[in-house]
């Protein structure tokens, strides 16, 4: 491999990250969120890491699902946003995966198919966050309907949170409100395998949210779901997103630096050219400032990202030199750090990861 961008992917996190959900949420069952390749750190590789630690996985179409079922995982899945259309069901069927039903136009494709394998189906309640789901008023016709059918088997209950990530937002206790209201056997008047609410920030912080599944993403890759950096302490980050630098060169004062000379050297200085850039997912709109490591010191990042490239200022570090190793996210600075520079959130650093950077799968014991 001769290009060194690279995004290592510590599989000792991952369960150690799932392992302090499951802390936080003792009572409930773990869904694994797996959707989009993982949040980009891999699809299978992360769930034969979490097989042994999840009771489930969550992904978001049949696409990411069948991966799973044919790598021989035998996990419940569960489909987030359900099927999109009624020729899905019978793979569904054949293959025992779960859907989410947030349609009627979905109740009525399970209407007409044939039942010789029974689909499990979470009812999604759209409790506030206004995306997928039925009116909480419409949720008990969707179960009647859904109970009178030989193609459906065990019916689960399903919302999702809009707010859980600021604590203070009173929406989180009206959702969970209007979630009870419906009359489901919650957590333990259940048999614990009901209902589920929470995403990772409701698992870290809203013990009333757990119900029967906690559904965490991203606090298994190791980024805290909170703008507040405190409450993230035990997790730790599952990437780290590094390259080299190849180019050390000393510019004078005026000279600007990359395309449109959005940086212009305020004295003569060294700078470093780092082999990653938009090509690789790196954010183009990184401003000036954004932090590289560089041989473990922060240094700048300085001029427009370009495709394969970006640039640093090596003043902080005069006696960097080719090769010498430059971590774009990681431990210093997380991804939540490069994400606020960017005005966006890990999630979408993560996802946007192109498939041109190699996943380096390490446990500690290989670093
Ligand atoms: C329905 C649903 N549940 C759970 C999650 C996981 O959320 P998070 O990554 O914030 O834990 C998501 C992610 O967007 C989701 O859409």
């Given at each position: 491999m001769?290009?060194?961008?690279?995004?290592?992917?510590?599989?000792?996190?991952l369960?150690?990250?799932?392992?302090?959900?499951?802390?936080?949420?003792?009572?409930a069952?773990?869904?694994a969120?797996?959707?989009?390749?993982?949040?980009?750190?891999?699809?299978l590789?992360?769930a034969h890491?979490?097989?042994?630690?999840?009771?489930?996985?969550?992904?978001?179409?049949?696409?990411?699902?069948?991966p799973?079922?044919?790598?021989?995982?035998?996990?419940r899945i569960?489909?987030?946003e359900?099927?999109?259309?009624?020729?899905?069901?019978?793979?569904?069927?054949?293959?025992?995966?779960?859907?989410?039903?947030?349609?009627?136009?979905?109740i009525?494709?399970?209407e007409?198919?044939?039942s010789?394998h029974?689909?499990?189906?979470?009812?999604?309640?759209?409790?506030?966050?206004?995306?997928?789901?039925?009116?909480?008023?419409?949720?008990?016709?969707?179960?009647?309907?859904?109970q009178?059918?030989?193609a459906?088997g065990?019916?689960?209950?399903?919302?999702?949170?809009?707010?859980?990530?600021?604590?203070?937002?009173?929406?989180?206790?009206e959702?969970l409100?209007?979630?009870?209201?419906?009359?489901?056997?919650?957590?333990s008047e259940?048999?614990?395998?009901?209902?589920?609410?929470?995403?990772s920030?409701?698992?870290l912080?809203?013990p009333q949210a757990h119900?029967?599944?906690?559904?965490?993403g991203?606090?298994?890759?190791g980024?805290?779901?909170?703008?507040?950096?405190?409450?993230?302490?035990?997790l730790?980050?599952?990437?780290?997103?590094?390259?080299?630098?190849?180019?050390?060169?000393?510019?004078?004062?005026?000279?600007?630096v990359g395309?449109?000379g959005?940086?212009?050297?305020?004295?003569?200085?060294?700078?470093?050219?780092?082999?990653m850039?938009?090509?690789d997912?790196?954010?183009?709109?990184?401003?000036?400032?954004t932090?590289?490591l560089v041989?473990?010191i922060?240094?700048?990042?300085?001029g427009?990202?370009?495709?394969?490239?970006?640039?640093?200022?090596l003043?902080?570090v005069?006696?960097?030199?080719?090769?010498?190793?430059?971590?774009?996210?990681?431990?210093?600075?997380?991804?939540?750090?490069i994400?606020?520079?960017?005005?966006t959130?890990?999630?979408?650093?993560?996802?946007?990861?192109?498939?041109?950077?190699?996943?380096?799968?390490?446990r500690s014991s290989q670093?």
């Amino acid at each position: 491999m001769s290009r060194p961008a690279r995004a290592t992917i510590h599989l000792d996190a991952l369960r150690h990250n799932l392992a302090v959900a499951r802390r936080c949420a003792p009572d409930a069952r773990a869904m694994a969120v797996l959707k989009a390749n993982a949040y980009g750190h891999g699809l299978l590789p992360v769930a034969h890491e979490l097989a042994d630690q999840a009771d489930a996985f969550a992904v978001s179409c049949l696409e990411e699902a069948l991966p799973l079922r044919e790598a021989g995982l035998s996990h419940r899945i569960v489909l987030l946003e359900g099927f999109f259309e009624a020729g899905e069901l019978p793979i569904l069927a054949a293959r025992q995966v779960d859907a989410v039903i947030h349609q009627p136009w979905q109740i009525d494709a399970l209407e007409a198919v044939d039942s010789s394998h029974p689909i499990d189906c979470w009812i999604k309640v759209d409790t506030g966050m206004g995306r997928l789901g039925f009116a909480p008023d419409e949720a008990g016709e969707a179960r009647e309907r859904l109970q009178r059918l030989p193609a459906v088997g065990t019916i689960r209950w399903m919302t999702h949170l809009a707010s859980a990530d600021e604590p203070d937002s009173p929406q989180t206790a009206e959702q969970l409100a209007r979630f009870g209201s419906l009359g489901i056997p919650f957590g333990s008047e259940g048999e614990g395998d009901t209902s589920s609410a929470a995403n990772s920030a409701a698992t870290l912080r809203w013990p009333q949210a757990h119900a029967d599944w906690v559904r965490p993403g991203i606090l298994l890759y190791g980024a805290s779901p909170f703008v507040d950096p405190s409450v993230h302490e035990a997790l730790r980050p599952a990437m780290t997103l590094s390259s080299q630098l190849i180019s050390v060169k000393t510019l004078p004062r005026g000279h600007g630096v990359g395309y449109g000379g959005r940086f212009v050297c305020p004295e003569a200085m060294p700078v470093g050219i780092v082999a990653m850039g938009y090509g690789d997912g790196y954010p183009r709109h990184a401003p000036d400032g954004t932090p590289v490591l560089v041989n473990g010191i922060r240094v700048p990042l300085i001029g427009r990202v370009s495709m394969d490239m970006l640039a640093v200022d090596l003043r902080p570090v005069p006696d960097a030199r080719v090769g010498d190793s430059a971590i774009l996210w990681g431990d210093n600075p997380t991804a939540g750090e490069i994400a606020r520079h960017c005005g966006t959130i890990s999630y979408e650093l993560f996802c946007r990861l192109t498939p041109r950077v190699p996943r380096v799968y390490r446990r500690s014991s290989q670093e």
